[in-house]
């Protein structure tokens, strides 16, 4: 070797080697040396088929045949055992010498990559099975609880009104039979949605605004009429949109029942809902008078599963993220603007 590559063959931290035709190295350079762990002389007297794993010679072999008919080798990765029986991943760049009988070769040591590689496969899998658990759960669970609301509806129907004469508990009666019967029809939408996540493909259809948000009003009508909440609602500007109607329910159901729970002492909720389709935007804007947040401290939050920003013992967490995976899911995007004690309106931008 020429005096003036020596420095560049010693000093390279990649692995550098030339080996000849009948399988031996020539020649390995330190860095090679101490990865493998084997001494030089040791290394020169092993067939380097010997040094490959197992799995790994058939195909290197084949390779191999390839570049004694003088063609070259090129992002070709394999794996080497290591005198102490490690295993690590070698990325190489062969090049043939036909006339000498030589292999000129850099070997990268890739092992951190493919370890990191294998984590994420790893966690990607493992995510795959959670992801699939809770589906599972979720169609259970929203299937299982129909047979309870079933069971609700005739108890109800079977009450004879006739023999009650009390106003109140005539009223009574008529806002559980409707929370029931609001909460069949949300069990049956999530079974269907989760039927239609299934086949991959999100349900887009022409939502009107107007009957779904009626449809929520109805199925939580008992605690509106508790609360005394005040509805100043106006679609005129966008009366439907392309969407998907489960979801719509849903954002008009967790904006509700969050203005209710995050009432101001005293204070009777007033909700807002505006819709507008101005400069090819559609938009849909919610607005309360509730405890609002401080967007300073929690803005970037909001948003968040499992955030909680106030004291109240029926809060999950989970009620805005809904709200936000529903709109992201389907290509539209939500803000926020809102002040302590003033409010908070939500702006959407359906795509």
Not at 265 to 293: A, M
């Amino acid at each position: 070797m020429s005096l003036k590559l020596a420095p560049f063959f010693d000093l390279s931290e990649d692995c550098l080697c030339i080996a000849n035709y009948k399988g031996y190295f020539e020649k390995i350079n330190p860095a090679f040396v101490k990865l493998l762990g084997y001494s030089e002389a040791e290394l020169k007297s092993i067939l380097i088929s010997e040094l490959i794993y197992p799995e790994d010679r058939e195909r290197t072999a084949a390779h191999r045949r390839n570049l004694k008919k003088n063609v070259s080798l090129i992002n070709f990765e394999n794996r080497f055992v290591c005198k102490s029986g490690a295993i690590v991943w070698l990325h190489w760049t062969s090049i043939p010498v036909e006339n000498e009988e030589l292999i000129y070769a850099i070997a990268k040591d890739i092992t951190h990559k493919k370890e990191l590689e294998n984590d994420r496969i790893s966690h990607l899998s493992e995510l795959s099975q959670v992801n699939e658990k809770l589906k599972q759960l979720n169609y259970t669970t929203s299937h299982d609880l129909r047979s309870p609301v079933n069971n609700l509806i005739s108890m109800v129907n079977l009450i004879d009104l006739n023999k009650i004469d009390d106003e109140d508990t005539l009223e009574i009666l008529s806002f559980i039979r409707l929370s029931a019967e609001g909460l069949k029809s949300s069990l049956n939408s999530y079974i269907d949605a989760f039927k239609q996540n299934d086949s991959r493909s999100e349900k887009l259809e022409i939502v009107s605004f107007e009957p779904v948000l009626q449809k929520v009003q109805k199925s939580i009508s008992a605690l509106i009429e508790k609360a005394e909440v005040e509805f100043d609602v106006d679609f005129s500007g966008l009366e439907s949109v392309s969407f998907n109607s489960t979801y719509m329910e849903s954002i008009f159901l967790n904006f509700i029942t969050n203005s209710i729970k995050y009432a101001q002492p005293h204070v009777s909720p007033v909700i807002s809902i505006r819709t507008d389709h101005k400069n090819g935007e559609k938009t849909l804007t919610y607005s309360d008078n509730g405890l609002g947040f401080d967007m300073d401290k929690i803005g970037h939050l909001i948003f968040n599963l499992n955030q909680k920003f106030h004291n109240n013992e029926d809060s999950k967490g989970v009620g805005l993220y809904l709200v936000y995976s529903h709109i992201a899911n389907l290509g539209g995007s939500i803000s926020v603007d809102s002040k302590v004690n003033e409010g908070a309106t939500f702006s959407i931008k359906f795509k």
